[in-house]
């Protein structure tokens, strides 16, 4: 059974830091692509990052580009995302997103709060 348990969020001040982990189990990770999407109050999911099984390949919202990074650890079926200099805009709950086997798997999300 696939289960992504994403955790990391919390409070932070704009311009501040987080560093969010999925940590992925059920499925070869390893052969998998990982995205990260987020979904704000009274707003649609939307995509944030993606990374591919080697990690050769990778693609961001065009509004977190230079601020956030994805990466990943297949060694520990991990799939991260560092995240600078945080905006209000980026307050949201964040969801990691795998597809296998044709089917879409989602984590329960981690919290994410941009506020001073």
């Known amino acids: 059974q696939v289960h992504l348990v994403e955790s990391g969020g919390g409070l932070v001040q704009p311009g501040g830091s987080l560093r969010l982990s999925c940590v992925a189990s059920?499925?070869?990770?390893?052969?998998?692509?990982l995205t990260w999407y987020r979904q704000a109050p009274g707003k649609e999911r939307e995509f944030v990052a993606l990374?591919?099984?080697?990690?050769?390949?990778?693609d961001y919202l065009a509004s977190v580009k230079g601020r956030f990074t994805i990466s990943r650890d297949n060694s520990k079926n991990t799939v991260y995302l560092q995240m600078n200099s945080l905006k209000p805009d980026d307050t949201a709950i964040y969801y990691c997103?795998?597809?296998?086997?044709?089917?879409?798997?989602w984590g329960q999300g981690t919290q994410v709060t941009v506020s001073s």
């Open positions: 059920g499925f070869t990770f390893s052969s998998s692509t």
């Open positions: 997103k795998v597809i296998f086997a044709r089917q879409t798997y």
């Open positions: 990374i591919s099984s080697d990690a050769g390949i990778t």
